[in-house]
Nanobody
Framework: QVQLVESGGGLVQPGGSVTLSCTGS????????VSWFRQAPGKDRDFVFG????????YYRDSVKGRFTISRDNNKNTVSVQMNNLKTEDTAVYYC????????????????????WGQGTQVTVSW
């Protein structure tokens, strides 16, 4: 059974930074697409950023480009994201998701493309 463990998150002030990590067990990340979705209170869960098997191929939604940086360490089965210049609208529960396939961009943004999800970690941006 594949399991994902997310870490990081917490309370941070606007303009601050936080790092989220997603570590998988039971499956090698080297051939998997790993993405993060987020769900704000009262809203649907939306794609935020993802990275395909080659670590040189990240993809971000427009609202986080230039502020978030995703990276992966296949030796540690870990994908991390450095989130800088956080805004109050970034407040949400962030979920890590894994697909065993190398997804194209249009597939990466769909929840249905992923077969394994983490439990979610809360990021709250507030004074």
């Amino acid at each position: 059974q594949v399991q994902l463990v997310e870490s990081g998150g917490g309370l941070v002030q606007p303009g601050g930074s936080v790092t989220l990590s997603c570590t998988g067990s039971g499956r090698a990340f080297s051939t998997a697409t790993v993405s993060w979705f987020r769900q704000a209170p009262g809203k649907d869960r939306d794609f935020v950023f993802g990275i395909r098997p080659s670590s040189s191929q990240p993809y971000y939604r427009d609202s986080v480009k230039g502020r978030f940086t995703i990276s992966r360490d296949n030796n540690k089965n870990t994908v991390s994201v450095q989130m800088n210049n956080l805004k109050t609208e970034d407040t949400a529960v962030y979920y890590c998701a894994v697909s065993p396939k190398r997804l194209i961009v249009s597939q990466m943004t769909s929840e249905n493309a992923y077969d394994t999800w983490g439990q979610g970690t809360q990021v709250t941006v507030s004074w």
